[in-house]
């Protein structure tokens, strides 16, 4: 054999080594990039379920919150409406003094007068309860007007903020109501509230789906799952923030007198 064939013999023969030990840690390097992003997407995936259910809690917390003040304000009304049900007193008639003797006669006055204390004491108390009603009635109406209103001004501010007209929003509204939305006032008012409210509408008016998926369900945990992914999808609809420096200040001249090239600084200076 050859000098060339057995140096051709031995090129072949180390190449596939040489081939296999890069192939071997060009592997492993791939590996280890896998498997660190797949510790990365591991790590995402768990702080966003850690923040799902973060917010599901709260989300329950509040509805049990607000299901415990309706059924202790319903106990107060069926106990008022309980007390307005109540028989009223009955006063007996006049008694006739010719149909009985002075002793009977003084003691049907007595308890008749006692029964007349006795439904003028029942009257008053179910004014002061139907009073009470009206009045908490009002209250809570008043109290929810204010906070809707509140509501109402912060995401129309924040709206504007993101870009969103007044004309925009209303359109947005408008398929939002049409699809069904407005039967549910507490997830309206709870959508409006956020910060993105105004974000978030406008991504469920135009991907209706998701409003239908939302509105379905009667699982607080999926719910706020669901509405954290409404709000990530929404986040993509806010306005881009300008990179362009600000502009230049225009810095202009006058220091120069121009009818005597003189400096107004220097004005009735005597040169020598």
């Known amino acids: 054999m050859s000098e060339l064939q057995t140096e051709v013999a031995e090129v072949e023969s180390t190449e596939p080594q040489a081939e ?3 192939s071997g840690a060009d592997l492993a390097t791939d590996s280890q990039g896998q498997d660190e ?24 917390q509040k509805r049990r919150a607000d299901e415990a003040e309706r059924q202790l304000n319903e106990i107060k009304q069926k106990e008022q409406e309980a007390q307005l049900n109540l028989q009223a007193p009955e006063i007996p008639p006049i008694p006739d003094v010719y149909e009985m003797d002075e002793d009977a006669y003084r ?21 002061y309860i139907r009073q ?4 908490q009635r009002q209250l809570a109406q008043q109290q929810q007007q204010i906070a809707n209103q509140e509501t109402t001004d912060k995401f129309k501010k924040n709206a504007v903020n993101q870009g969103i007209d007044s004309t925009e929003l209303t359109s947005i509204a408008n398929t939002l109501v049409s699809a069904g939305l407005d039967s549910n006032p507490d997830l309206t008012m709870h959508i409006m ?8 509408m406008k991504h469920l008016s135009e991907n209706l789906g998701d409003l239908d998926q939302l509105m ?11 509405l954290d992914s409404v709000k990530a999808k929404a986040a993509a609809l806010k306005p881009k923030q300008s990179q362009a420096p600000d502009p230049t200040p225009n810095i202009g001249g006058g ?12 004005e009735g200076v005597i040169y020598s």
């Open 20 to 22: 296999t030990v890069d």
């Open 37 to 60: 992003t797949n510790v990365q997407n591991s790590e995402s995936e768990n702080f966003q379920k850690s923040i799902n259910r973060v917010t599901a809690q709260k989300y329950e």
């Open 107 to 127: 003691k049907a006055l007595t308890e008749r007068d006692v029964a007349i204390q006795r439904k003028s004491q029942f009257d008053a108390q179910q004014m």
């Open 132 to 135: 009470a009603n009206e009045q």
């Open 193 to 200: 509230a956020q910060d993105d409210g105004a974000l978030i």
């Open 216 to 226: 379905s369900t009667s699982n607080p945990y999926q719910a706020a799952a669901i």
């Open 255 to 266: 220091g120069v007198d121009s009818g005597g090239n003189k400096h107004p600084a220097l």
